[in-house]
């Protein structure tokens, strides 16, 4: 399955890792067709594909990448960048042109933006036929019949179909089982977040933190493994503030999750995204010394190098705090990978705070990162401060950091060379029958010859040659056994 997304993949070899639904071309023509577009983080990926799956399970859609032949149109937007709203807005204004053609096809709207804007999205424009929050994706079956029952309806008996409430993590009851495809999955454990950092708008559009209960999360990642999957990524706005009811009503921590989901047959590998330097536990630093399926790659945003910006984004840690938690990984772990997320150019951002930034960035020596000049966010208490940075000082201060992190990871991959990887063998290769294609615990490709039949399984690579950043070539040097 394939969701559009507005974001283009930080893999250059990300093609090599698409995953196309197959599709039943006996009878496409009468099959009823769903595009949607998909900005931002990896939450909204995992909502998109529920929303098909669920869209699927109800209605019979099926996936097209073309917005020119779908019945419906989904937009699942993003308010993390600057001028989210218009770039909504603008988009829609493309669809409307599609509605104008087609008057049945059906739009909806979203994801973030729709949470913050409500009604407003239908006010602007009127073309839209249903707008959801992150939290209420999985009403759109209902959404959709009372669309249709709406459409037969007169213009003034219309209402207005807006669902942005935040119902505790009662969505997850509601959707079903995700989609195996290929060998990896994502598994939502919670939603929302509670630590309010100043310029953030998540707290508001998604809500605060719940957790999935702990049998629910377990469950879907057994079934997952049995259905062939070997890696997963758990994921949640801040999951490492995972807090799960367990059966007997007891709460469970993330690393103690963590435990739990490293102990079913068949999951070799475990990822997570995204965690807060706070919450990043001793017990969760001992899983990486207990557990060979955490791999050795941590995405810990940090998004300043200075205590006086940390403070005024209302982080709540120093970056000692950051410091010494990353000390005590890298020795259990020497060969840890660490990406980060980075703000510049935050309101009161001095040149001396920008220079301990950068040093920061130098010292900690991180993987691929993001990083991206500071925009003010509608509603949050940041968007208040006084923006006194010129904009070609936040552009400069920006080049900075970002030439500093490219060295750091073409270096990183530099080094892979005549090391041994552990590789999950994702697929054959679209180029080459003859080689497969597999990612390391860095997140790096790594092509090899051999045999199709190893997919699904990991293999130690010796790795021969760098081909690009995200790229390397490597010669088989042992085969796990296949656990299914
Ligand atoms: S921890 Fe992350 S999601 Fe939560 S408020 Fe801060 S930046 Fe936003």
Redesign the pocket.
Known sequence: MTVQTFIPSRDEAASENTVHQPLNTSDLSSVKKLYIETQGCQMNEYDSHRMADLLGDSHGYILTQDPKEADILLMNTCSIREKAQEKVFSELGRWRKLKQQNPDLVIGVGGCVASQEGDNIQKRAPYVDMVFGPQTLHRLPQLLDQHEDQHKKPKKEKIKLVDISFPDIEKFDFLPEPRVEGHKAFVSIMEG?????S?????YTRGEEVSRPLDDVLAEIASLAERGVREVSLLG??VNGYRGETFEGDVCTFAELLRLVAEIPGIGRIRYT?S?PLEFSEALIECYRDLPQMVSHLHL?V?SGSNDVLQAMK?NHTIDVYINKMEKLRKIRPDMHLSSDFIIGFPGETDENFAETLQFIKDLDFDHSYSFIYSKRPGTPASELEDTIPETVKKERLAQVQKIIKRSSIDKTDAMKNTIQRVLIEKVSDRDPHLLVGTADNTRYVTFVGDASWVGRFAEIEITEIKTLNLVYGELLNLEPDVA
């Not at 977040?193 to 950092?197: E, F, L, N, R, V």
């Not at 310029?199 to 707290?203: H, L, S």
């Open positions: 977040c509670s630590k309010y950092c310029f953030c708008v998540v707290p706005q801040n995204t807060h945003p998004q982080r």
